[in-house]
């Protein structure tokens, strides 16, 4: 493995690519949409793209950060767990791996910093601080800690369209001759649908860590790791999971009920053939799973139902 390979493996570049997405996605199909027959809104907005670009460019940045803060730290726990995929100090020296760090998480900041200036929203850039933070202290304390580490990095992918909330409110506030009578903007469902996406990377998040803490229980358990399955066992462990995916089916399955009334029969649809159906066979696999091998497995299947959640957003465009 080369040098830029080993890189691109350090920050995990597929999920970068994932996070990008699900903002992209969430800007233009989910928020542009609800401007859909209003077209001096809607090129007005075209004005704000490269901050957009810049905020989408800061959030890959920390996450990218994050992911080699959290290599670095983890080291010995890997060389167990996945020695095949570790690359640090193997590929590339340890001090060149904070070196990284720190420029990418500087870097994200002072974009951060810029863009908030810019849409005076100084909320993206303080709590996008607060990310990196969160990130440094995930990789040293909480990740070894009981249920926190998991909650921390379901937050954080909360924050992934959380943010993106936060800018489209203020670029949309900062126009001027922007009137809400003239150009009614619906805030309400732009909320709910923000909870809804937001919830759903939370939840899924939350339940695919406790996944992965199943799969490192032989090198977390040697480093003192306090992690669910450590500390409360497997069954119990599977048990927790499985609550959490079982809410997850129900509360989807009541949602596209609603779509279903509202005539939106193909979105509703898509949710049950491609999440609802997919967590179920997730639930089946967790209860019969043994080796790290099975639990890597479901693991991968919950990243597949993240992303058609997040695709789920381009059916928003035929909505509104």
């Given amino acids: 493995m080369n040098l830029i390979a080993a890189f691109m493996k350090l920050i995990r570049w597929p999920n970068l690519v994932f996070i990008g997405l699900t903002q992209w996605l969430f800007y233009f199909a989910v928020f542009f949409s609800l401007y859909h027959e209003n077209a ?15 905020l989408m460019l800061a959030s890959v940045l920390i996450a990218a950060a994050g992911y080699i803060i959290n290599d670095y730290f983890d080291i010995q726990i890997d060389t167990v767990n996945k020695p095949e995929k570790n690359v640090v100090d193997r590929i590339i020296k340890r001090r060149w791996v904070i070196v990284w760090h720190w420029i990418l998480s500087l870097l994200g900041i002072l974009i951060s910093i810029y863009v908030s200036a810019k849409t005076d929203k100084w909320l993206i850039g303080i709590l996008n601080i607060f990310a990196v933070l969160l990130l440094w202290f995930y990789s040293t304390h909480f990740k070894r800690m009981l ?27 900062n126009f001027r001759g922007w009137n809400p009578e003239v150009y009614p903007f619906n805030v309400k469902l732009f909320y709910k649908l923000t909870m809804l996406y937001a919830g759903f990377a939370f ?6 860590e406790v996944i992965k803490d199943l799969e490192d229980m032989l090198g977390d358990a ?32 009541i949602v596209q009920l609603y779509a279903w009334q509202s005539g939106w029969w193909w979105s509703a649809l898509y949710c049950l053939l491609f999440i609802v159906l997919p967590l179920g066979i997730v639930l089946k696999k ?3 799973a043994k080796s790290a091998g099975d639990y890597h497995g479901i693991s991968n299947l919950i990243k597949l139902v993240m992303l058609a959640g997040i695709l789920s957003m381009i059916f928003f465009n035929f909505l509104f």
């Fill in 203 to 208: 939840v899924m998040t939350l339940i695919r």
């Fill in 147 to 173: 249920i926190v580490g998991n909650v921390v990095i379901a937050a954080l992918t909360g924050w992934v369209i959380v943010v993106v909330y936060f800018f489209a409110g203020a670029t949309l506030l």
């Fill in 286 to 288: 967790l209860l019969s």
């Fill in 40 to 54: 001096v809104i809607y090129n007005q907005l075209n004005s704000s793209y490269y901050l957009f670009y810049l």
């Fill in 222 to 253: 040697r480093y003192n790791c306090k992690t669910i399955p450590i500390v409360w066992g497997v069954p119990a462990t599977k048990v927790y999971a499985g609550v959490w995916i079982t809410v997850s089916m129900a509360s989807l399955i």
